[in-house]
């Protein structure tokens, strides 16, 4: 089935689909092994790419970012 699809909805599946699907197991992988022999290389490396798969994935499984805390109001603008 998945030869039937075009090569754009593949690759919009890998990405939409799979990358944030990545990026959470690589984030545990690297907790796990954190967690029974501390920080070392293996682990920083599978949390930067966890990282920087978060970053470019957009959906509901996308890291969030925190909210504005003065929302959308400006304070150099005066209000009427």
């Known amino acids: 089935m998945w030869a039937f ?21 690589l984030g545990k992988v690297g907790d796990l092994i954190e967690s029974r022999k501390g920080p070392n290389t293996a682990s920083k490396v599978l949390k930067k790419g966890s990282g920087f798969l978060r970053r470019r994935t957009k959906g509901p499984l996308a890291g969030r970012t925190a909210a504005d805390p003065a929302g959308s109001r400006d304070a150099g603008v005066p209000t009427r």
């Open 5 to 25: 699809f075009s090569r754009r909805l593949r690759m919009w599946l890998i990405l939409a689909v799979g990358a944030p699907i990545l990026a959470w197991l």
